[in-house]
Each structure stands twice: as C-alpha cells, then as structure tokens.
C-alpha cells in the first residue's frame, strides 16, 4: 500500500472515529424517548394511570419553561436548574430508581444534595423541587404561595432572593440551613451564592 493511500485510510478512519464521538451525545439524548421515560416509571412501581399522571404533569412543565426531560419526573431547565416533580400520590421527590416503599420511609427528610440549594413548592420540603447549584440569577416561573427551601451549599453560602426589579429582597442565614414555610410570591429571582 503506498504512503498516499494509508495515510487517506488512516484520515478516513480518524473522521469515522470523529464522527461517532460526535453523534454519541445525540444518539444518547434521543434515546431519552416518552416509552423510555414509562419504562422507567413503571419500573419505579408506578401503575399506568400513575406514570400517565407523572407524565402529564411533566408536560405541563415543559409547556410553560424551556428545558428538557432526562428522566420520568426530571426536567433540565435551559438555566440549568434541576426541577424534579413529586409522583402521584406522594408528597416528597423521589428518584426513579426507588421503590415506592423506599420513599415513603424516608419520606421525614428533605431531598437536596450537598452544594445545592433546594426551593420546594411546599411546605416542610414537600411537593416538586427546583435544586439550583450555578451562581447565576435564576428566573422563576410561576412558583408563588407557601414553600420552603433547603440550603445545603458548603458551609456558610447563602442565598438571596430578589424582587421582579432584580432588588434584594431576602437573604438565607449561611448554610447548612433550611426553612418550612416560605412565601414565594414576591420572588422572582434566586442566586443561590
């Protein structure tokens, strides 16, 4: 074989390589598809109607806030922000890949893992969760009424809330710290640092 022609093989082969690493992350997105995501819910324990509910209810979120769904009850916001959503008929967020006894057991904690800080639409941790991590503002949609959040960033982080003119408005005492009952409604605005 001459040089010309294995070095043209050799570059034939480099694209090809190329091209997979490209086409890998795509490939791997859309294999995140509706029965993907029923598989999993159903596999969690879930019934029809439950994994339809879940669903519905992601959709609903999806309509009103750009972002992407990576699991059965996870969306990533174009923000970044994690909203993970309650199932049907449970009161804390839970991943997927537990039983529904395992959540109801450790139903007395909050989900939030370290260096995040965690809204909740309900009190006492309760209800859909929106984990925020990057310091950046993040907008919020529609998250109004009594809430609360946990504020499980390294040690001494705190974050501030701002009205919809960007002001401060409130500022969380320094991690780890977390509060039961928060009103949303005049917040527009978090920067979890």
């Known amino acids: 074989m001459s040089i010309l022609k294995r070095y043209a093989s050799l570059a034939a082969a480099a694209l ?13 997105e859309t294999a995140q598809t ?30 009103r806030q750009d972002g992407r769904q990576v699991s059965a009850n996870e969306i990533v916001l174009a923000d970044g922000a994690r909203l993970t959503v309650t199932v049907p008929g449970e009161r804390y ?9 395992t959540a109801s057991r450790a139903a007395a904690q909050w989900e939030c893992d370290y260096t995040y800080f965690c809204m ?9 969760r929106l984990a925020l991590y990057h310091c950046q503002d993040y907008a919020l949609q529609n998250w109004t009424g009594d809430g609360s959040y946990y504020n499980n960033q390294t040690r001494g982080t705190r974050a501030v809330f701002k009205n919809r003119n960007r002001n401060v408005i409130d500022t969380t005492l320094a991690a780890p710290f977390s509060v039961a009952s928060y009103d949303w409604t005049p917040v527009w605005f978090v920067r979890p640092c």
Do not use: C, H, I
Not at 16 to 28: K, M
């Open 93 to 101: 967020v839970r991943e997927m890949n537990t039983s529904a006894t």
């Open 16 to 28: 090809a390589l190329l091209s997979v690493g490209w086409a890998g992350p795509a490939a791997a």
């Open 34 to 63: 509706s029965t993907a995501f029923d598989r999993q819910a159903r596999a969690a324990g879930l019934s029809r109607d439950e994994a339809d509910a879940l669903q519905a209810k992601v959709d609903r979120y999806l309509a």
């Open 120 to 128: 909740f639409r309900q009190t006492l941790g309760m209800g859909d």
